[in-house]
């Protein structure tokens, strides 16, 4: 009975290792964004090739990953998209903000973001594009450093700064010339935006970007915000205080609207 039980033991510690494997292999991808050699991979998750090549066999043939021709790169495959879908249809707030996004980027013109923070980042549940030529560069699913966008510091205003400090990688990571990553500095900042009501990044994610954004509450083990974005050329601090405006007051349908889906 005994090497009956420790038998039992090592198939299921050989099978959490596997299923651990699994969710390695599509965060890395995920986080990536691009195709990855074996090597890469297995270089980058510490592990043997040839175990993590008879993981990726089986995750190809589910569909979770796919090859390019040549059958050396992998990537996401179409199970983790139709996975990814289903999260956001069955998510309250992703599914009730298309009206309130729709009518803001109608309002502003501009690029506008539903976000939500997930550890030391904020990704993007929800986007409408603005109605001009020259736009950033952004799309649902895109993960950035809570710290370096408007969407993540509004949520990060909402806690206090032992918390702020908890959440966050320090050192801050810089992704621009203008991202702030002095701790004092963003502190104070938090503490600014959480006064007034929304945050501002000032081409802290992409250079000459600004972004307001306001939070729309803790929940979901993190908090969510919408934001509005624009390049500085069409977004001078006059811009900036009239986009505030409709951002807080979108914000507001938005509470208003998850207050009463929750007395249903």
Do not use: F
């Not at 074996?38 to 090859?67: I, N, Q, Y």
């Not at 495959?77 to 999260?87: D, N, R």
Request: aromatic share 4%; net charge negative.
């Amino acid at each position: 009975m005994e090497s009956v039980s420790g038998a039992a033991r090592v198939r299921r510690h050989e099978d959490v290792k596997s299923a651990a494997r699994v969710l390695e292999v599509l965060e890395l991808l995920g986080a990536e964004g691009a195709r990855l050699s074996l090597a890469d991979m297995a270089g980058t998750l510490s592990v043997p090739k040839s175990s993590l090549h008879a993981v990726l066999r089986t995750m190809e043939s589910r569909r979770w990953v796919e090859t390019d021709p040549s059958g050396t790169l992998y990537s996401l495959g179409l199970k983790a998209l139709l996975t990814g879908t289903a999260y956001l249809e069955s998510d309250d707030l992703a599914g009730i903000a298309g009206p309130v996004l729709d009518l803001l980027a109608e309002e502003t013109g501009e690029a506008v973001h539903l976000g939500r923070l997930d550890h030391t980042d904020v990704v993007y549940l929800a986007k409408r594009e603005s109605r001009h030529a020259l736009r950033m560069y952004s799309a649902v699913g895109r993960r950035l450093p809570a710290h370096a966008t408007a969407l993540g510091k509004a949520i990060l205003s909402q806690y206090g700064a032992a918390e702020v400090q908890r959440r966050l990688n320090w050192p801050l990571e810089a992704l621009t010339p203008s991202t702030v990553t002095d701790p004092d500095e963003l502190l104070a900042q938090l503490a600014d935006a959480h006064k007034r009501g929304w945050a501002v990044d000032e081409g802290e994610s992409s250079v000459d970007i600004r972004c307001v954004a306001v939070p729309l509450g803790t929940g979901h083990g993190g908090g969510d915000a919408i934001s509005c974005s624009a390049p500085r050329s069409r977004m001078d601090d006059a811009r900036l205080g009239e986009i505030a405006a409709h951002v807080t007051e979108a914000a507001h349908s938005l509470r208003t609207l998850l207050k009463r889906l929750g007395e249903h």
